[in-house]
């Protein structure tokens, strides 16, 4: 049986988060401090993540599993967790959503373990401005992190976080010099107790600026259950690509989400912002067979709601940062 919710949505997406930490601090995203990090016991070991996606693959109809954290490279053993559920039988596409930091030297182990894709975190081309943004001067690292997953053959997509002073322009010409997809995100209300909507360049804003600039978009492709809506797009003496745009905000796509989380701590979220989670991990720490915790977790996911609400009054943001969550 799959993870069907009650609106008859299936979830053949997981989301699995390795960890909460991370090596930057983003400003959207956590204090300049840090925050309080999980402690080790209370993170899924690498047997865990093996077992709970083997779960989802065999017997939930999980085709499609995401490594993300916090920063999932700061797991030391990611090459053999990746290998490992490589071999599982039917094989899912494997995928890692990362800030690049650290992937310069961990690319090539990483395809040769079984990774296919990765979506990497970019939300400027300006170095100061990156500074400013993640708290860490880091840009060159990522950019290096960047060419040397795109070395490997490996589909590399930039997600990007569009903030008012920046230029989509810059970020779109780099991606398609280099030969990676380009994703807009419109800035969500996770973490945070006060969210102010005017921080959001909503895909609409973004679609002009870059219309503005140059760019010519062609009409938007097939989009299925994927979050982001894609465009064939062109720009005076560069590559064709293409240029996505994920408009949680301004045009929620919640009717045709397929994706089910699991966070660091092993508990399943059925929605990006929920406010009800399960505890897996429990479970198995508590001697729970696969087929008992495949029961816990579909019932997790009948219980999907219809939409995250964003625009709705009394709308409830979840009490955990996105670094906690797993993107």
Known sequence: MKLVDKFGRVATDLRISLTDRCNLRCTYCMPADGM????????LSDSEVVRLVKIGVRDLGVTKVRFTGGEPLLRKNLEGVIAEISELEPQPVLALTTNATALTHRAEKLREAGLSRVNISLDTVNRSRFAALT??????????????AISTGMTVKINAVLHHEDDPAALLSY????????????????????????VVVTSAA?????????????????????????????????????VGFISSVSEPFCGACSRTRITADGKVRSCLFSTRETDLMELMRGGATDSEIAAVWRQAMWGKPR??????????????TMSAIGG
Not at 135 to 148: K, N, Y
Not at 206 to 231: H, Q
Not at 307 to 320: K, L, N
């Open 307 to 320: 939409e995250h609400g964003i625009e709705q009054v009394g709308f409830a943001t979840p009490s955990r």
């Open 36 to 43: 309080d990090w999980f402690p080790t016991s209370n993170l």
């Open 175 to 198: 991606a398609l010099r280099v030969g990676a997809s380009l994703r807009f995100i419109e800035n969500m209300p996770i973490g945070t107790e006060k969210w102010d909507p005017s």
């Open 206 to 242: 973004v679609k002009e600026r870059l219309t503005d600039a140059g760019f010519e978009l062609g009409l938007a492709r097939e989009r299925g259950s994927a979050p982001a809506e894609v465009f064939p797009v062109r720009g005076k003496g560069l590559p064709d690509g293409d």
């Open 135 to 148: 708290r860490r001067d880091r840009l060159l690292d990522v950019l290096r992190g960047i060419e040397a």
